[in-house]
């Protein structure tokens, strides 16, 4: 641990450490825990939740079912609700965030040209890079269920316009 070789560490699930510090070789001390380590912590992440935290931490909510806890030692999951609560900036948001977690759609850049769907381009790029069939297949079929759903609708938009009011 950072603790161990007096370094700062940053972990993301990490176990914690703080009543079994005295039995790690060389013994961590308070101290170090406290200023060292820094362990952002999801909700019912039973890893992270096994020892008491050091001081620097920061918890995290976890959209897993409550019977799949372990769910929240996802790394990926734990990204997401990262990013979602913080934002993303001008990183990408993985597909997993919406296809595989639930989390929203990320919202389109106004000046993007693109006409392709979130879950379509996740399809796509998941098929190019030669993801896990598992994964392609399921996300492919998202992305055809809103294509229908899309189709079904076509022609029967709503245009809203918006005026200010004095």
């Not at 020892?51 to 990926?76: K, R, W």
């Not at 948001?93 to 381009?121: A, H, M, W």
């Amino acid at each position: 641990t950072g603790a161990q070789s007096n370094t700062s560490a940053v972990a993301l699930s990490g176990p914690n450490a703080m009543l079994s510090r005295g039995s790690f070789e060389p013994p961590l001390t308070m101290y170090d825990l406290n200023t060292l380590t820094f362990n952002v912590i999801p909700a019912r992440d039973p890893v992270a939740r096994f020892d008491d935290p050091a001081m620097l931490y920061q918890g995290i909510n976890c959209t897993a079912e409550a019977s799949e806890f372990a769910s929240c030692h996802d790394v990926v999951r734990s990204l997401c609700e990262l990013q979602y609560t913080c934002g993303s900036g001008n990183r990408p948001v993985p597909c997993e965030c919406v296809l595989d977690f639930g989390y929203p759609e990320p919202s389109r850049n106004i000046n993007t040209t693109q006409q392709t769907s979130f879950v379509k381009t996740c399809a796509d790029r998941c098929e190019r890079a030669g993801g896990p069939e598992k994964k392609c297949g399921k996300w492919k079929r998202e992305a055809d269920k809103l294509d229908a759903k899309e189709e079904s609708t076509r022609g029967s938009k709503i245009s809203f316009v918006f005026t200010e009011v004095e």
